[in-house]
């Protein structure tokens, strides 16, 4: 019931925000416009210049993936944000839900909506066919990325405008997910160290659990690393 409580709060603080309440929304905007392009767009593209965009199908639906919970995470960091601006985390945090719990449920609310819109995704757009397991695995390290933003865009800005030009610089990092078609290898190796470059090989390698250890091992480093740095400056 608590949590019921705080996710409605956090409804109406996201509602009475403009921008965030369009950034809330924009991954439906995202699975719908793609979902489009997979039924129409590439057909004709197909058809008219013989360009098979299919080949590319698996960065298409990380991009995707990647969007979407970046989005989500930036939500949350323009949340935090304003409950420091507005000394609300601090009231918080001598609450019996505490610095740890208002972390958790601040976390908690971007990420698991990028759970969801993950699941949706995969199965609207549809462009890939992952077994079940891939998805599931997929969806948890879109929460954790989500999670990841939300902390880089916190402990980055110090108020919502620079938050807004921290978080487009911050949407620079889905170049990575497209690390292997340039064929770089100082690009790739490069990658191997950020979030999205493993979204991609999760995608296209759905099967290996090499790949997903990896995976999700550089998405904990990254949010260990982040909650560290909040709590130390929170001392």
Excluded at 34 to 57: C, G, H, Q, W
Excluded at 156 to 184: P, Q, R
Aim: proline content about 4%; aromatic content about 14%; hydrophobic content about 60%.
């Amino acid at each position: 019931m608590l949590q019921l409580i705080h996710i409605k709060n956090d409804i109406r603080q996201i509602l009475r925000d403009p921008i965030m309440a369009i950034m809330l929304v924009v991954p439906v905007f995202v699975i719908v416009l793609f979902k489009l392009m997979v039924l129409y767009l590439m057909p004709a593209l197909i058809e008219r210049t013989l360009f098979d965009a299919n080949l590319y199908s698996d960065y298409i639906m990380a991009f995707v993936l990647v969007i979407n919970s970046g989005t989500l995470g930036i939500v949350t960091g323009f949340m935090m944000l304003d409950e420091r601006d507005g000394n609300i985390a601090e009231l918080m945090s001598v609450t019996p839900l505490g610095r740890s719990g208002y972390l958790i449920n601040r976390l908690m609310f971007a990420s698991i909506l990028s759970v969801i819109y993950c699941i949706a995704a995969c199965y609207v757009v549809n462009i890939v066919v992952l077994p079940w397991y891939s998805i599931v695995f997929l969806s948890l390290l879109s929460g954790l990325y989500s999670a990841i933003i939300g902390l880089l865009i916190f402990s980055g800005a110090d108020d919502k405008v620079k938050g807004l030009t921290f978080a487009k610089a911050l949407n620079a990092l889905v170049v990575f997910a497209f690390a292997d078609i340039v064929s770089l290898p100082w690009l790739t190796t490069l990658s191997w160290f950020f979030p999205p470059y493993w979204v991609t090989m999760v995608i296209k390698s759905p099967h290996s659990w090499e790949v997903f250890g990896l995976a999700l091992c550089v998405h904990a480093i990254w949010l260990w690393l982040l909650i560290w740095r909040y709590w130390r400056k929170q001392v």
